[in-house]
């Protein structure tokens, strides 16, 4: 139990354009999902906390009309890069918390995006 | 705010050769500590949750330990295939969000 999914696993967009990653909890209904970052060599960081119904929460310094994210659903969230540019190009992990204990976090496989 | 720090930030191991992961922390409100794996390109693997200092998880050779400062991965005789970054991570009482250190990258050697 407990499995994340996402897709794509890897997009390569133009400068300029929109990408759209999708977040699925396959086996459980998530109250709430989270969306991290992580660069090369580095830890995870979080970007936005969205719950099912209501606009997310966002990190200081992350631009909420840059990272669109939306909870339609207990089971699908979508984080949207719009306008992307090379220095957005990361590894995005969503996480899904909302089987039993609401502490735990389950993550996705995340999502390498390249911006050339 | 919330601080977690990992080391080593990297250990090299003999397979059998036992040994510990530190996680330092300081939070306000200590709701949970979590213990991940992550394998290069994928996303991480829930591991332990610990909630109060002197509890204690075990999974396979994996054993972790909470105290109200940091916490302790042991590896009991490891095998190559432990080889992975572990990552710690701990939620605080503000809110469900995770808060990470850098991690430990494990190499286990045959």
């Known amino acids: 139990g407990a499995v994340v999914s996402q897709h794509p696993s890897r997009v390569i967009c133009k400068s300029g354009t929109s990408v759209k990653i999708e977040c699925r909890s396959l086996d459980f209904q998530a109250t709430t999902m989270f969306w991290y970052r992580q660069f090369p060599k580095q830890s995870l960081m979080l970007m936005a906390t969205?719950?099912?119904?209501?606009?997310?929460?966002?990190e200081q310094g992350v631009e909420k009309d840059k990272f669109l994210i939306n909870h339609a659903s207990l089971t699908l969230s979508t984080l949207t890069v719009t306008s992307a540019h090379p220095e957005d190009s990361s590894f995005y992990i969503c996480?899904?918390?909302?089987?039993?204990?609401?502490?735990?976090?389950?993550f996705g496989p995340g999502t390498r995006l390249t911006v050339t | 705010e919330d601080q977690v720090t990992q080391s080593p930030e990297a250990l090299r191991l003999q397979e059998g050769e036992s040994s510990s992961l530190n996680c330092s922390y300081t939070v306000s409100g200590l709701r949970g500590l979590f213990w991940y794996r992550q394998d290069p390109g994928k996303g991480p693997e829930f591991l332990f949750t610990?909630?109060?200092a002197g509890e204690e998880k075990e999974k396979e050779r994996l054993k972790a330990t909470l105290t109200k400062k940091e916490s302790f991965l042991h590896i009991t005789a490891p095998k190559p295939e432990d080889s992975a970054t572990y990552l710690c991570a701990v939620q605080g009482n503000s809110g469900y969000a995770l808060n990470f250190g850098k991690g430990t990258s494990l190499l286990v050697t045959p």
């Open positions: 969205s719950n099912e119904g209501s606009k997310a929460t966002y």
């Open positions: 996480s899904a918390s909302g089987q039993g204990s609401s502490y735990e976090q389950y």
């Open positions: 610990l909630y109060s």
